[in-house]
């Protein structure tokens, strides 16, 4: 059977006059986008104009909603009233489904971000609350869950479309969440090492821990952070070494 696997970013990732990644050369590359909804970063014209470009390569769009943290870059924990967690979330879907459509695209899937996603990897209640609020706005959107966590418990509890994720450049524990940032060795800076190991793992169907703990999982989709300085170089060489492999490399079905 020919392995398949979708390649996505963290993108749109911009504000103002300030411009964080390169979006332009990221969807040449990857099938998914993944596209800041303005809590964490991103702002409307930014999110029109990496949509916009998107729906003209055939790249996925998904939302990429946060916490409210522009200044940490929705990478400080923060602990909300669910309620209020859950408007949030449907506030961001809400406002990258407006865009999308205003450009020609559509939002077809939802993943959380930065520190919101890690919590969500620790507690399926969170998670679930989360990916609640976004069905409740799009029943039929595909959930984007790091696989082997809670995120993919939450997902399957609710019987919910879902696809399983893994990184090509941060590294696991031994449990399948990541690897604090704040640790050496969290993020893989190397396209090399990244593509290496994605091959690894998408071959094994396993995560592959920095422990070298094999970890089964459903590889579905593959991503890389668009605001790292070696994120086209890593998605190229993640691209080619699995195309070179056999792998087909493209959007999730949905």
């Not at 940490?72 to 949030?88: E, I, T």
């Not at 077809?108 to 969500?120: D, I, P, S, T, V």
């Not at 990897?121 to 069905?135: G, I, K, M, T, V």
Request: include cysteine.
């Amino acid at each position: 059977m020919t392995l398949r696997v979708d390649l996505n970013a963290d993108m749109g990732e911009s504000f103002g006059a300030w411009t964080m990644g390169d979006d332009a050369a990221l969807l040449d590359v990857v099938t998914s986008a993944n596209i800041a909804c303005g809590f964490h970063a991103g702002e409307p014209d930014v999110m029109a104009a990496t949509m916009a470009l998107a729906a003209e390569k055939g790249v996925g769009i998904g939302a990429h909603p946060g916490f409210r943290d522009l200044a940490g870059f929705g990478r400080y924990r923060m602990h909300l009233p669910p309620a209020s967690l859950a408007n949030d979330i449907r506030y961001q879907l809400g406002a990258a489904q407006g865009v999308a459509r205003a450009v020609g695209g559509e939002v077809r899937h939802l993943k959380l971000h930065g520190a919101l996603a890690n919590m969500c990897s620790e507690d399926a209640e969170l998670a679930r609350a989360c990916y609640d609020a976004a069905l409740s706005v799009a029943p039929d959107l595909t959930i984007m869950v790091i696989a082997g966590t809670a995120q993919q418990q939450a997902a399957q509890a609710l019987g919910c479309n879902w696809v399983g994720e893994i990184f090509a450049d941060r590294a696991y524990n031994d449990d399948a969440t990541l690897v604090d940032r704040r640790q050496p060795g969290a993020v893989i800076h190397d396209p090399d090492e990244a593509a290496a190991r994605v091959l690894r793992m998408v071959r094994e169907g396993a995560i592959v821990a920095a422990s070298g703990k094999r970890i089964p999982a459903r590889i579905d989709t593959v991503c890389l952070h668009g605001d790292t300085p070696a994120a086209v170089g890593i998605a190229r060489a993640v691209r080619a070494h699995l195309e070179a492999a056999g792998v087909t490399v493209a959007r999730f079905p949905g």
